[in-house]
């Protein structure tokens, strides 16, 4: 009975974490020739060169103390609209710093 118990709780947290990725996923994307164009363009050579996604990219760029955090989500559905556009895995997460030199990359999905 307790093993029931433990299973039940471990099938309840990954629901939770499941929720927690999708209440993640972005709104609204950054305008790639609006007030981050040289962000996004910067991030967008670099999801090129990793990723086949890259030309149906959506952006969302965030400031950092020493520079960007540029997420480049997946367009998986383009018929939807705001967050269900995304699967919670399919981003990828560009680092630049304050020239927009890209110094980290890590895919996610």
Not at 2 to 10: A, C, K, N, Q, W
Not at 43 to 50: E, I, M, N, T
Not at 62 to 69: A, C, K, L, V, Y
């Amino acid at each position: 009975m307790r093993i029931v118990h433990l299973i039940g709780r471990f099938v309840l947290a990954l629901a939770f974490l499941g929720c927690a990725d999708q209440a993640r996923r972005m709104e609204h994307p950054a305008d790639p020739d609006g007030e981050y164009s040289a962000q996004i363009s910067a991030a967008r050579r670099l999801l090129g060169q990793k990723e086949t996604w890259a030309h149906r990219a959506e952006w969302e760029v965030n400031r950092q103390n020493d520079g960007w955090e540029v997420v480049a989500w997946r367009v998986e559905h383009p018929d939807r609209r705001g967050p269900l556009r995304y699967l919670p895995w399919g981003y990828s997460v560009i680092q630049l710093d304050s020239r927009c030199v890209p110094t980290h990359y890590r895919r996610k999905g």
